[in-house]
């Protein structure tokens, strides 16, 4: 129940809402003034009514002001805001973040965060021993825990939301995510401690993480300024970590080279989708979402318009592509075409081997019984690949890398580039391949001077 004071000309109205966890009591309060010319009656009356209005609104969360914890913003920020208006992998790359900012942070009130505050937490991030990648080692008998519990792989790895590869990793005594213990510990019921040990890591987290918790933290920060919670935000007071900008890693021309005649050995779905990405530049999550409608055969074109996603929270799922630019048609070669042709074929094959086990999702790139493929699996098979062919170490967006690279050294306009790869605009392409562009204008540079120095002979010399 509200309390109400008067005041001189105002009323405080003031609603308790339970205690913190230092067993304070927590108290949300406002101010009513009348408006001129209102009755004792009138003023009586619309107390009470705006006495109501702001418990049911301390109630249901509606009430921020100073006071307001950092973590309690923070959640509401997510309901309100992050949870409707942005992607499912930034959300959840978000609370991944949150797991470390809450325990730094969450419990100083918005009014008291200071700068101080954040470079300690940033300065704790620098610290040996950080990171939350650190690998997690599976227990000899995991094979019998399995047998015991009657369970196959496939259906651990459904009941786990993993993949096979993952369980079978497990299985054969090689180490997995931190992630991917939990899941699969709570899968077998069982204590994460009696099924993995973790592996002792003492790396850091490196500048531009720390960066990433930093623009979090400030982007909370500017909604509570913007809904008039705090005056400032504390992070425009502190500088973010510096980052070294480092060149994408790329194959050159005799590298891909390499990579596309080796590729002739592998799987034909693996090769295909290798093979795809170095000629179109794609990124992963574009090349999963891709439809057989999209493939336009005689035109000798592709349209992008969805990207295919994964998260261990909801599994394989569709979703709008990166930005407006994204989505965009591009024109391949015939030698494309040809493959995707020959891999439509295999497709069909297997589609009629399995019959009614086949599920039709009209994608591309399927897992074997027709679903959308998991966009980790193409991942992982490609470190593997490289692994095992003693090729450059490169991740398969590097593939990405090495399209536009080529094209770039290939005289391609950048702007071009930039349509083909869907940027949002020429800038972004020319600060990710600086060293592309600055080699091909050198190389142009040498050209003309070849053409202009001093004492080259004309055609009409020669006789």
């Given at each position: 129940m509200a309390s109400i004071t008067k005041r001189k000309d105002s009323y405080r109205i003031m609603v308790s809402c339970g205690y913190d966890s230092s067993n304070k009591k927590i108290l949300k309060t406002m101010t009513y003034t009348p408006a001129p010319g209102m009755t004792p009656k009138q003023i009586d009356k619309?107390?009470?009514?705006?006495?109501?209005?702001?418990?049911?609104?301390?109630?249901?969360?509606?009430?921020?002001?100073?006071?307001?914890?950092?973590?309690?913003?923070?959640?509401?920020?997510?309901?309100?805001?992050?949870?409707?208006?942005?992607?499912?992998?930034?959300?959840?790359?978000?609370?991944?973040?949150m797991k470390r900012i809450t325990p730094a942070i969450g419990h100083i009130k918005l009014d008291k965060l200071q700068p101080h505050h954040l470079l300690e937490f940033y300065s704790n991030l620098e610290e040996n021993g950080m990171r939350s990648d650190i690998k997690y080692t599976p227990c000899n008998n995991f094979k019998e825990i399995l047998t015991k519990k009657n369970m196959t792989y496939t259906q651990l790895a459904e009941k786990a939301n993993v993949s096979i590869?993952?369980?079978?990793?497990?299985?054969?005594?090689?180490?997995?995510?931190h992630k991917s213990a939990e899941l699969i510990s709570k899968a077998l019921k069982t204590d994460i401690i009696k099924l993995f040990t973790p592996c002792t890591d003492n790396s850091t987290l490196s500048a531009k993480t720390i960066l990433h918790y930093h623009r979090l933290i400030s982007a909370i920060l500017t909604t509570a300024v913007q809904?008039?919670?705090?005056?400032?935000?504390?992070?425009?007071?502190?500088?973010?970590?510096?980052?070294?900008?480092?060149?994408?890693?790329?194959?050159?021309?005799?590298?891909?080279?390499?990579l596309l005649s080796i590729l002739e050995n592998a799987p034909i779905q693996y090769k295909v989708i290798a093979k795809l990405l170095i000629y179109t530049g794609f990124r992963r999550a574009e090349l999963c979402g891709l439809e057989w409608e999209d493939i336009d055969f005689k035109a000798c074109t592709i349209r992008v318009q969805r990207n295919s996603l994964y998260l261990p929270s909801v599994g394989v799922f569709e979703d709008t592509t990166k930005n407006i630019t994204s989505n965009r048609v591009i024109k391949v070669s015939n030698v494309a075409m040809e493959m995707l042709k020959e891999y439509k074929k295999h497709q069909q094959t297997e589609r009629l081997k399995l019959g009614t086990k086949w599920i039709n999702s009209n994608k591309v790139f399927t897992a074997w019984n027709g679903k959308a493929i998991n966009p980790t699996t193409i991942s992982s098979w490609f470190r593997k690949f490289i692994k095992k062919n003693d090729l450059p170490k490169i991740c398969i967006h590097s593939l990405r890398h090495t399209?536009?690279?080529?094209?770039?050294?290939?005289?391609?306009?950048?702007?071009?580039?930039?349509?083909?790869?869907?940027?949002?605009?020429?800038?972004?392409?020319g600060n990710i391949y600086t060293h592309a562009i600055r080699s091909a204008d050198e190389e142009a540079a040498d050209t003309l001077q070849d053409i202009f120095s001093p004492g080259k002979k004309s055609n009409s010399d020669i006789g």
């Open positions: 619309e107390v009470q009514r705006q006495a109501m209005i702001f418990e049911e609104k301390c109630k249901t969360g509606q009430v921020l002001d100073s006071n307001t914890k950092f973590d309690d913003f923070s959640k509401k920020w997510f309901e309100d805001y992050a949870d409707k208006q942005l992607k499912k992998t930034t959300v959840s790359r978000y609370h991944d973040l590869a993952t369980v079978k990793s497990c299985v054969n005594g090689k180490n997995v995510t809904w008039q919670v705090i005056f400032s935000n504390p992070c425009d007071r502190v500088k973010p970590p510096k980052v070294d900008r480092t060149e994408a890693k790329y194959l050159d021309e005799v590298e891909a080279g390499n399209n536009a690279t080529l094209m770039i050294a290939s005289g391609t306009p950048i702007k071009t580039v930039s349509s083909r790869l869907g940027h949002a605009n020429v800038t972004t392409t």
